[in-house]
């Protein structure tokens, strides 16, 4: 491998298809090229909690969690997109640990890691070439990878959370959860119950929300006189006749987007200027 294709995005998307990441990265760093990435560079010999990580230092716990992010990524049946992002956010989620890490009352802690990885795995990725979009869902999940932690969570902390996490996906950040778990051998791999339970709450708050987002949807119509106008014709009083029709058929579920409406709109024009319909006010309907 030469130095320069660790700077390469080829070489990184080949490395998220392997089945076995961490042996990559073993050989990145026993030929010297981990020094070009001087963000995982430093993860190398940084101590963790022995009884939360009894694993080793966070860099043999980030190459844990890179070879379980790809066993998730091959049983989940992940296509290339999804598989890039779970596997860089296995790569990144510890990259704040050097610079929180200190020996807190005999015990090594970390706070704030999460957040303070947020810097670092742009930088990263930068390096990388890695393409924006791969960026966007990856900061936020490095952000918000500890979260489950937080198992008294109101419904309002939960909205604030699945806000935070856009672009990337609740699926996403439970994926990356389990692999972050799964990197601590002797402990068990998979989700603790505690996570799985704060998962599922989760899960009902976005369900609601996505219930709450249709039933707005649905009462709001997705029509307004501006398309009209948009169509060529002047306001007038049978825009509120016509609008009012659409918005029955939007209830009725005969539409659910601004596209949809549209086609819609289109069409009960047509019928009425082929039926010679006239408006309440006795004009002739439009043409176009």
Do not use: Y
């Not at 860099?59 to 992940?78: E, P, S």
């Not at 106008?229 to 539409?255: D, N, T």
């Amino acid at each position: 491998m030469s130095p320069a294709s660790v700077h390469d995005w080829e070489f990184w998307r080949d490395w998220c298809q392997s089945a076995r990441p961490a042996e990559r990265l073993h050989a990145l760093r026993a030929t010297g090229a981990l020094r070009l990435l001087p963000e995982l560079q430093a993860l190398v010999g940084v101590p963790q909690d022995p009884e939360w990580h009894p694993e080793g230092d966070v860099w043999v716990h980030t190459l844990l969690v890179c070879d379980a992010a790809a066993a998730i990524a091959d049983r989940d049946g992940l296509d290339a997109s999804d598989r890039q992002e779970l596997l860089l956010a296995a790569l990144c989620h510890d990259l704040g640990k050097p610079a929180t890490t200190r020996l807190e009352t005999g015990r090594w802690r970390a706070p704030g890691h999460a957040e303070a990885g947020i810097e670092p795995t742009g930088t990263l990725l930068n390096r990388m070439q890695a393409p924006p979009e791969r960026l966007d869902a990856v900061r936020p999940l490095v952000r918000e990878h500890l979260v489950h932690a937080q198992t008294g969570m109101s419904g309002r902390a939960m909205r604030r959370m699945l806000r935070r996490l856009q672009p990337a996906s609740l699926t996403q950040l439970v994926r990356l959860i389990e692999a972050d778990l799964s990197g601590r051998p002797p402990l068990p791999r998979k989700l603790t119950p505690a996570v799985s339970d704060w998962v599922a709450r989760v899960n009902l708050q976005l369900s609601r929300e996505q219930a709450d987002t249709a039933t707005a949807n649905a009462a709001t119509p997705l029509l307004q006189g501006r398309h009209l106008i948009a169509l060529g014709h002047k306001p007038a009083v049978w825009f509120g006749e016509v609008l009012r029709e659409c918005h029955a058929a939007q209830l009725a579920g005969e539409f659910c987007d601004e596209a949809g409406g549209l086609e819609i709109l289109q069409e009960r024009l047509a019928e009425r200027r082929a039926a010679g319909w006239q408006n309440s006010a006795g004009a002739a309907a439009p043409c176009d």
